[in-house]
């Protein structure tokens, strides 16, 4: 596709299988834009794969992978009044709001931007149990950034260099059919999400969860849950008295997180819901 700002996307996949015990997809996509401000493009590829193989006993092993690169383009002072000004774009002025949390302006000069790569990759078993089916889901999350920009006092810092990575599994075992109206899904999880070179371990995240699906007649479905969190964190002090901070700061958190979902089935065409939850919002490592 193509659209305004020398926007376009192109992508392509493949899947099928192989004597009905491989399944598989493969996909990579490239999506361009130059952006309305000067400077503010987007160039991102990225590539996906996934195999499935099916087991004995029903059951399936998948694995899966994406790679991604993202290379993104600061909006950059584009004044009539400078030497660099350029009319192709609008005017964006030293005083205007720089976008993307930066409180100081960025210059055409040296290309200011970051770039990020990021690796994705799971395994998911599952098997069915009883009267419900378990899963074992491990999954991992690599990303490596570098970030070129004019710093608060005005000097080019180049390729800053950041990497985070998280981690973790999830034991399921879900639609378990405790009656023809009831269906039960439970499980837990487990994350790490740090920084690898400077503290693998930031965020520690620990959770339980429920869920039971209810089919009150042909027409209504009511889906109570909740979910345990535990997390433990640790931190850095903040920087407002004297001095620089010497050492970390431990805390920890936990809450019950609890959910509700009412769906009515209106017609053949149409379902209406309404849901309320409470949700906890993990952090960046």
């Known amino acids: ?14 899947n099928g299988g192989v004597n009905n015990r491989i399944g598989y997809n493969f996909s990579a996509s490239k999506q361009e834009t130059d952006g309305y401000l000067r400077n503010n493009y987007q160039d991102t590829k990225s590539i996906n794969g996934h195999l499935t ?5 029903e059951a399936s092993l998948s694995l899966g992978f994406k790679y991604c690169n993202i290379d993104y383009g600061f909006p950059v002072v584009n004044d009539p009044a400078r030497a660099d000004y350029d009319p192709d774009y609008p005017i964006f002025r030293a005083d205007a709001d720089q976008l993307r949390h930066l409180n100081w302006p960025q210059y055409a000069a040296n290309n200011p931007h970051w770039e990020k790569h990021t690796s994705y990759i799971d395994a998911i078993f599952q098997i069915p149990m009883g009267p419900g089916i378990g899963k074992v889901h491990y999954f991992e999350t690599a990303g490596r950034r570098w970030t070129s920009l004019y710093t608060k006092m005005g000097t080019f810092d180049k390729d800053h260099f950041v990497d985070d990575r998280t ?7 879900r639609d378990v059919n405790l009656s023809d109206s009831h269906s039960l899904t439970m499980g ?32 209504w479905t009511v889906t109570p849950g909740v979910r345990y969190y535990k997390v433990d964190m640790d931190t850095y002090y903040s920087q407002f008295g004297a001095g620089w901070p010497i050492s970390g700061k431990k805390q920890d958190d936990s809450g019950l997180y609890p959910s509700l979902k009412v769906d009515f089935q209106a017609s053949l065409q149409t379902a209406l819901y309404a849901a309320v939850s409470r949700s906890y919002r993990l952090p960046c490592p």
Do not use: C, H
């Open 53 to 57: 193989f099916y087991l004995p006993r």
């Open 188 to 219: 837990m999880e487990y994350q790490e999400l740090g920084w690898p070179d400077q503290n693998p371990i930031i965020y520690q995240v620990q959770s339980a969860y429920a869920q039971d699906v209810i089919r009150l007649g042909d027409r």
């Open 167 to 173: 981690k973790g599994f999830i034991i399921e075992y």
């Open 1 to 14: 596709g193509y659209g305004d700002f020398n926007t376009y996307n192109l992508s392509a996949s493949i």
